[in-house]
């Protein structure tokens, strides 16, 4: 018999082989039921005889007169046969030893033989996969040859080799080496110089498509490489690899130039491999293709090689001649590749609009090369580039021009830092809203509601709102449609940021608009409608009460007339979303009367029948409850046993392993966007997980709306804490995304606080023992490499949420000592990781652009750093007895100058963490390290002053710290003044931050110490007031704005001034904070106790040196100060 794994005559073999073929004719048919029968028939075939079934798809793929169809599914049936070799039970396990020698034997043997091009290609594809199944090397192993399979390598070098073979066969060769190169790259190493001959022919081949396999081959042998010596042995090939390139692109197969180009994406390796060629050599050949008549695809995948190099290695491409200007024109080309049709652009939405695909790539290329540069401190580099654009698109009577400009605005704005620039760039598409071109308003407002996210504090200023808002309203009378849409989506973030005192004057005029809209009877527009009155409803808050009586009926008209119509499902979501918010608007009382009704009405929604995994009701329904409760506090109690059930049903949301079932089941799905993920198993095979997003979303959804229920309702949940616990315990071991991980341990950390605060000790100890005994001996595994960083740092933070929320008194001092110990031993092996591979990247000299796995093990070292903090926090007196010997030492050495910086910062938190739970029992140990945390406040690194203005500041409330007050308070000053006397950017945001704590730290020594500060106490309470309101630190911002208000209300003098003389300053601090992330509410309702106290006729005088918009929150203060009274 001709074919392996066979034990039976040749007859039945060929009969068999006649079966199978009528069998695969039938699965390749259009018969439905005919098709059913033949797969089970194959299925149990090859479950019950495998290896007579692996024989026959050997003959059948042997015999060139069978249709190439049946031939090409015999081959990709047996690539399924020789899959998930090390599986129990799979098909290659049950043929045998002899019969994977033949089976091995075989496929050499078709796939030299084969005439065919696409049977060939599937059966190099069989060979590829069976390889890279079976193939094992150890990583630093260089062996001549590849023991597993010893043919395979000779077989294909000589079909390479040989230029009397069918080109098509040597280039599918070539495929099957580059397919298997991650695993037996060493070998090709180990035969260097054969490895060089077999590319440098092959490369300088007639036939393009071996030109082609070779260009791929080339590549992905330099990716594979990550020592320099070993990837330098083919830099002579760097010249044959371009003209090949060079032929392929000109040879018209856009298959072949599109396979070379995803080859070229830039990696690490290829980029330190290429970059002292890329200015000569590869820029030149991209630019010809990304700028040439060639497909769009294909000049999309050029520009996408050279954004690669950049993301790869940002530093390094930003000192390549004319990289980043080739860049930037293609994008720029790109960009005004619109479709010039406007009225078939106008019949489109946003949201289903046909994809202008070189536009948008040349935006988010853009956009990527920014984020890159930014990272690697070279955006500037990249905006001197984009001035003269600007300056030249801007001015331009070409709408495209225009439209291509204002584009890029969008994409730069996240990253330009200067004020100035950010007042050009507003004032250029403030001018182009009013454009006479559709394309070029929708285009401002897409810039415009990009600034709102990035430049917020600007675009919402007291003299810029006034300037925009008229035109917002104006937007909504836009005689084209698309364009309003896009005006009502910009408002949805900019009506978020803008202040209600500047946005009040516009609502009257805005709802009057928006009530026709809503009552169009046409979807889109309710939609657009009901989303932009729920932004106006969430700022104006109260302000809106008074449309509560005309919005809620229409808006209950609307839920129940497409509570059950699927096709009105965002409808639907978005009206919820709105009552929600007008809830909140008019307060308990005023919704009381609707609430059973539309809590009913989103339990119906949410269990409608057969709706997509993407259903957008449940994320507006969870949203609204979360929003609801917010308002509704206890009386929201009633509602809870009737939509929690459902809401924890989708905590049992998890990732699938991707096999034959969820393939099928996502190539049924509907367009959902899918997220994978490699884990590796118990039994060390790695497996693919995929989540759809919206499965993601749910759950996260989910989770952040169970975890507002506990937070808003406190002791009054304590009845749901086992029922919520024990659907969180799955969560624990998701492995998506660690974002929702760490939610769900914020959640069990929230259970316990209710616990604790219900009086529920048992089940508080049940739920922080549980919680230790499974995340806990996670710490152990952070031993290795490998290792999940993110994962690690995300069950630390779980496990100091978990004791923080506990409380004193439960741990024992034998579990404390653990717990310290393990974070303690994976700070260290961590550090040494970072040894390591600081080591390996100055011997390769190629580390300057890979900061990441640094940040990575050092935001997982102050994680462990936080759990100690949180040993501390409620154990004191059992941590200094056990566990402070331990810690001193490596504070005591990680807070020396020569550290690196990130050391030292994990050595200023510990100290934080000891200042503010130790207190007292920790002064006899400052000698070891508070003089050097005191000198930090003036460190030229934001990282180190921060945390060290934060120490002080906890420090000087112990009576200890007299001795140090009073030449720290006169270096505070400094720091204050340095800081606030800066320029307004962005990237000052960190130092403004660190004299937030600055301030925080000279107001507790005028508090704690002022004795020994007298001299300077009202130059230091001066400097102080000067500097507020903080700008960047909201808890200490609370702190300096808390204390701002008790000297005030004690009529402080250095507060005050004579007479009253610093009191329009005071005022207008306190106005501005009020309700504010800056202030507590205990201080809000102090500013409004004080306000009254004030009266009227004083606040009348006050009133004439505040700002406009102050004048108008005055008038609030005072009114809401009065009701609730």
């Given at each position: ?88 039970g799979s098909t290659w396990s049950k043929l045998g030893e002899q019969a994977h020698g033949e089976c091995k034997a075989k496929l050499l043997q078709l796939i030299e033989g084969e005439t065919v091009p696409k049977v060939r290609r599937l059966v190099a594809a069989v060979v590829q996969g069976l390889g890279n199944q079976l193939i094992d090397i150890e990583q630093n192993a ?108 000109s040879s018209g197969s856009q298959e072949q130039i599109n396979s070379v180009l995803q080859a070229m994406e830039g990696t690490n390796n290829s980029v330190e491999f290429f970059k002292d060629r890329v200015a000569s050599d590869l820029m030149p050949r991209l630019s010809t293709i990304a700028t040439s008549p060639a497909q769009s695809d294909t000049r999309r995948l050029a ?823």
């Amino acid at each position: 018999c001709c074919c392996c794994c066979c034990c039976c005559c040749c007859a039945s073999g060929a009969n068999m082989a006649d079966e199978l073929a009528q069998t695969l004719q039938q699965i390749l048919g259009t018969d439905n039921e005919v098709r059913k029968v033949a797969e089970k028939r194959y299925s149990d075939a090859r479950a019950q005889n495998p290896g007579p079934t692996v024989a026959a798809l050997f003959q059948v793929l042997s015999e060139p007169q069978r249709p190439d169809g049946v031939r090409e599914q015999a081959a990709v049936l047996l690539r399924q046969c020789m899959g998930k070799l090390r599986e129990d039970g799979s098909t290659w396990s049950k043929l045998g030893e002899q019969a994977h020698g033949e089976c091995k034997a075989k496929l050499l043997q078709l796939i030299e033989g084969e005439t065919v091009p696409k049977v060939r290609r599937l059966v190099a594809a069989v060979v590829q996969g069976l390889g890279n199944q079976l193939i094992d090397i150890e990583q630093n192993a260089r062996p001549t040859n590849i023991d597993i399979w010893p043919e395979m390598m000779p077989t294909l070098m000589r079909i390479i080799m040989d230029g009397s073979k069918d080109a098509g066969l040597r280039a599918d060769a070539l495929w099957t080496v580059k397919e298997m190169l991650t695993c037996m790259w060493q070998v090709m190493v180990a035969n260097g110089q054969q490895t060089l001959m077999v590319l440098k022919t092959c490369l300088g081949d007639v036939a393009v498509g071996v030109r082609c396999s070779a260009a791929g081959l080339f590549c992905e042998m330099i990716d594979n490489l990550d020592a320099k010596a070993e990837r330098d042995a083919f830099t002579p090939l760097i010249q044959d690899f371009c003209l090949a390139l060079e032929a392929v692109a000109s040879s018209g197969s856009q298959e072949q130039i599109n396979s070379v180009l995803q080859a070229m994406e830039g990696t690490n390796n290829s980029v330190e491999f290429f970059k002292d060629r890329v200015a000569s050599d590869l820029m030149p050949r991209l630019s010809t293709i990304a700028t040439s008549p060639a497909q769009s695809d294909t000049r999309r995948l050029a520009l996408e090689v050279l954004i690669s190099f950049a993301e790869a290695k940002p530093k390094t491409m930003a000192k390549v001649p004319g990289y980043v200007e080739l860049i930037l024109d293609v994008c720029v080309r790109f960009l005004m590749e619109l479709d010039d049709d406007l009225d078939n652009w106008g019949d489109q939405d946003d949201d289903e609009a046909e994809d202008e695909e070189q536009y948008t790539a040349g935006k988010e290329v853009v956009d990527r090369l920014c984020r890159c540069m930014n990272k690697a401190e070279q955006f500037p580099k990249v905006l001197d580039k984009l001035k003269p654009v600007l300056a030249t698109f801007l001015q331009s009577q070409d709408w495209k021009q225009a439209v291509a400009g204002i584009t890029i605005i969008s994409q730069i704005a996240e990253y330009v830092d200067e004020e100035v620039m950010v007042v050009q760039m507003v004032n250029g598409v403030q001018a182009f809203l009013k454009a006479a071109h559709p394309r070029i308003r929708h285009a401002a407002w897409v810039a415009l509601e990009q600034l709102s996210e990035d430049h917020d504090e600007y675009v919402t200023s007291d003299t810029v709102a006034p300037q925009l808002l008229p035109l917002f309203l104006a937007g909504l009378d836009d005689t084209h449609s698309r364009v309003v849409a896009r005006c009502m989506e910009a408002f949805q973030v900019y009506g978020q940021e803008v202040e209600r005192e500047l946005l009040e004057p516009f609502l009257q005029p805005m709802m009057e608009k928006l009530g026709v809209k809503l009552q169009s009877g046409k979807t889109a527009v309710q939609q657009q409608t009901i989303t932009y009155i729920a932004v106006l409803a969430g700022q104006v808050e109260d302000s809106f009460a008074v449309y509560y009586a005309a919005l809620m009926p229409i808006l209950k008209q609307i839920i129940q007339a497409v509570l059950q119509k699927p096709e009105e499902r965002t409808l639907l979501g978005k009206a919820f979303e709105c009552v929600s918010l007008l809830a909140k608007a008019v307060g308990t009382a005023g919704f009381r009367a609707d609430a059973e009704i539309i809590m009913q009405a989103m339990v119906q929604a949410v269990q409608m029948p057969n709706q997509s995994s993407n259903d957008p009701v449940k994320e507006y329904m969870m949203q609204a409850s979360t929003r609801i409760c917010w308002t509704m506090k206890a009386d929201f109690l009633p509602f809870v046993p009737h939509i929690l059930p459902g809401i924890l049903e989708k905590f049992q949301l998890a990732p699938k392993e991707l096999n034959d079932q969820t393939r099928k089941n996502l190539d049924g799905g509907e367009g959902d966007e899918l997220n994978m993920t490699l884990i590796q198993g118990t039994d060390g095979e790695v497996k693919v997980l995929v989540m759809s997003t919206s499965e993601m979303e749910d759950l996260q959804n989910a989770i952040g709306c169970v975890h507002t229920f506990v937070e808003e309702l406190g002791k009054l949940y304590v009845p749901f804490v086992a029922q919520t616990a024990q659907a969180l315990l799955p969560v624990f071991d998701f492995s998506m995304a660690e974002h929702i991980r760490d939610l769900a341990f914020e959640t069990w950390g929230e259970l316990c606080k209710v616990a604790r605060e219900g009086g529920q000790p048992d089940v508080l100890t049940q739920l922080v023992q549980e919680f230790l005994k499974r995340v806990v001996p996670k710490l152990e595994e952070a031993t290795g490499n490998g290792i999940d960083l993110e994962a690690l740092k995300t069950q630390a933070d779980g496990i100091s949420a978990c004791l923080k929320a506990a409380g004193p008194g439960i741990l024992t001092a034998q579990q404390l000592q653990h717990i310290g110990e393990l974070c303690l031993n994976a700070m260290d092996v961590s550090t040494k990781r970072e040894e390591v591979e600081a080591q390996k990247k100055k011997d390769d000299d190629e580390g300057a652009d890979d900061d990441d796995d640094e940040t990575d093990e050092a935001a997982f070292q102050i994680a462990c750093c936080e759990v100690i903090g949180a040993l501390m926090r409620h154990h004191q007196d059992i941590f200094v007895a056990t566990f402070l010997p331990r810690c001193m030492p490596i504070v005591q050495q990680l807070v020396q100058p020569s550290m690196p910086e990130s050391k030292r910062k994990i050595a200023i938190f510990f100290a934080c963490d000891m200042l503010q739970h130790l207190e007292t029992r920790i002064t006899a140990q400052w000698p070891q390290f508070l003089p050097q945390v005191i000198a930090d406040i003036v460190n030229p690194s934001t990282d180190i002053r921060q945390p060290a203005c934060y120490a002080v500041a906890l420090a000087a409330k112990n009576p200890a710290f007299a001795q140090f007050a009073m030449e720290t308070s006169q270096t505070l000053m400094k720091v204050v003044t340095d800081a606030r006397a800066r320029a307004k950017k962005k990237s000052e945001r960190p130092a403004q931050a660190a004299a937030d704590n600055a301030l925080s730290a000279i107001a507790e020594i005028l508090l704690h110490h002022q004795p020994t500060v007298a001299a300077l106490e009202a130059q230091l309470w001066s400097v102080w007031l000067q500097a507020l309101p903080c700008q960047e630190d909201e808890e200490e911002g609370k702190k300096n704005h808390g204390v701002l208000l008790q000297m005030v209300q004690a009529e402080k003098r250095e507060i005050v001034g004579e007479g009253g003389a610093n009191l329009p300053q005071v005022f207008s601090i306190l106005v501005d904070v009020y309700k504010s992330d800056m202030a507590t509410e205990e201080t809000s309702k102090g500013i409004g106790q004080l306000v009254l106290k004030v009266g009227e006729a004083r606040l009348e005088q006050l009133a004439q040196q505040l700002k406009e918009k102050q004048k108008k929150k005055l008038l609030r203060i005072h009114r809401e100060a009065q009701q609730a009274s």
